[in-house]
């Protein structure tokens, strides 16, 4: 099968699924995403996720927008555009046939996806075995293999610890002081210094630790739970980082559009 335009269908729409159908869109695929009624995404701005509430994204000059069902998908491709539907069961793959799948949910863990939903299918990281539930499955951790192809095995195993930003970690992540409500007045891209409160939940502060920019924030009105990352500021204080995918992001889909291209490609 010759290389043209291949349907990919990316399971989830968040920040790391969002870099892979840019990836893909850009390689002249067509993409259709997957995602849950009430997405948690907390790099809002990179996160094609958003549409399940304003119904259009734009992510570095890619179209994204929601649709009813998967008779609308093939609109969204004839205008360049790539289609996400609400579907956390991945009903769509039924319908449309992908000839690749690739599962960007970043659940730590298989939530379905199987060797047989497509001609190729691709797990990112923690939860798949290559040759077994996937045929490929790309390593997501950051370091020396990151972005590597796995045609055989497991990728390594999670580390727990959010990715080292100019000499932090831990320190730069927002997470939820307890369960509840979280209420913030704070937007993406806002300045803020070490100590200031970045919102509330059920009235007790969620403070940053760092000086920097809120480069991720869930929306204001989320419900969440006790340690949740809720948001995370970027201590290099730049703020077109805010609107750009990550270097992560874009290494693991690099490693995803090379299994694709070995695959069809022979």
Known sequence: MAVGHLKVLVRGAGEIATAMACRMAGAKFH??????????????????SEVVYDKVKVVEGYTARLVSDASEIQK???????????DPENHTKDIIKPDVEIDATI????????????????????????GVDTHVVIETNRGHNLGRIILSGLAEPDTGTPGNIAGYTYERVLRAPC?????????????????????????????????????????????????????DVDPRDKIEYVDTISDKGRTISGGVLEAIMAHFNK
Not at 34 to 43: F, G, L, S
Not at 76 to 86: G, H, P, Q, S, T
Not at 110 to 127: M, S
């Open 31 to 48: 993409v259709v995403m997957t995602e849950t009624d009430h997405p948690e995404a907390v790099r809002r701005r990179v996160a094609f």
């Open 76 to 86: 969204c491709w004839d205008n360049d555009e790539i289609a996400v539907i609400i």
């Open 107 to 130: 659940a730590k863990r298989n939530l379905g996806t199987k060797k047989t939903d497509a001609e190729l299918v691709i797990g990112l990281g923690v939860g798949f075995e290559a």
């Open 179 to 231: 369960d509840g409500i979280l209420e913030t007045d704070h937007n993406l891209g806002d300045h803020v210094k070490a100590g200031d409160v970045i919102g509330y939940v059920n009235g007790q502060p969620m403070k940053t630790v760092l000086s920097g920019v809120i480069r991720g924030l869930l929306r204001n009105g989320t419900p969440v739970r006790k340690g949740l990352k809720s948001g």
